[in-house]
Nanobody, 117 residues
Framework: QVELVESGGGLVQAGGSLRLSCTASGSLYSTTISGWYRQAPGEQRELVATISRAGNPNYADSVKGRFVITRDNDRSMVHLQMNNLKPEDSAVYYC???????????WGQGAQVTVAT
C-alpha cells in the first residue's frame, strides 16, 4: 500500500508564490509519484504538471512559465513551486502516484490553495 501526503497549501495574494510538496511512503518499490492535478469547486479535476522518473516535466498550458515541478527521489518527494499565482489557480491540489507494473493510481488527500485578489 502507498500513502501520499501533500503539504504547503494555504492562502496567498495574487502574484504571490506557494510551494506544494508530496511525500510518498509505504510499498514504493514499483511506484512513482507522477504529478499534480487540481480541482476547483464545480469543476472537473484537471492535470497541472507531470514529471517522469528521470525528472522530465510537462505542464498544462495554463501554468507554463509559472509553475515548476521537481523530484527528490532520495526522499520520495515531488514538489510544485507555484509562482505568480492567479485567482483562477485556486483549487484543491492533489498529487498522484502510479504503480509501474499494475498501473494502479494512488492519490493524496489534497491541499487547498486559495489565491486572493
Amino acid at each position: 500500500q502507498v500513502e501520499l501526503v501533500e503539504s504547503g497549501g494555504g492562502l496567498v495574494q495574487a502574484g504571490g508564490s506557494l510551494r506544494l510538496s508530496c511525500t510518498a511512503s509505504g510499498s514504493l518499490y514499483s511506484t512513482t509519484i507522477s504529478g499534480w492535478y487540481r480541482q476547483a469547486p464545480g469543476e472537473q479535476r484537471e492535470l497541472v504538471a507531470t514529471i517522469s522518473r528521470a525528472g522530465n516535466p510537462n505542464y498544462a498550458d495554463s501554468v507554463k512559465g509559472r509553475f515548476v515541478i521537481t523530484r527528490d527521489n532520495d526522499r520520495s518527494m515531488v514538489h510544485l513551486q507555484m509562482n505568480n499565482l492567479k485567482p483562477e489557480d485556486s483549487a484543491v491540489y492533489y498529487c498522484y502516484a502510479t504503480d509501474n507494473y499494475s498501473s494502479t493510481s494512488y492519490w493524496g488527500q489534497g491541499a487547498q490553495v486559495t489565491v486572493a485578489t
